[in-house]
Nanobody, 117 residues
């Protein structure tokens, strides 16, 4: 499984960004995908997760109501729509894929999101 993130950048507080994660390889083995982030000096944390069908999603309390995770299986792409961005959302965002038939969880290379105040 290969994961490639895109769509990050520098924005101002209150702006929106959409991250994309292109998925390739043994995608049929993926059960759950998610977005994680890691700010400088902090541990990596889960931001949002979604099932393979896209029928169920969950969010960290800090992003509920502002971020929306989705996936387009026809395009083999997962998205994270981020609205009302705050400076505390600044971090490197990582795409993640997991499945019981996968030997390990897979990660993208990460993409920087910086929100200025």
């Amino acid at each position: 499984v290969q994961l490639v993130e895109s769509g990050g950048g520098l924005v101002q507080a209150g702006d929106s960004l959409r991250l994309s994660c292109a998925v390739s390889g043994s995608t049929f083995k993926i059960d759950v995908m998610g977005w994680y982030r890691q700010a400088p000096g902090k541990r990596r944390e889960m931001v949002a997760g979604i099932t393979s069908s896209g029928g169920s999603a969950n969010y960290a309390d800090s992003v509920k109501g502002r971020f929306t995770i989705s996936r387009d299986n026809a395009k083999s792409t997962m998205y994270l729509q981020m609205n009302s961005l705050k400076p505390e959302d600044t971090a490197v965002y990582y795409c993640n894929a997991q499945g019981i038939r996968l030997l390990k969880p897979y990660w993208g290379q990460g993409i920087q999101v910086t929100v200025s105040s």
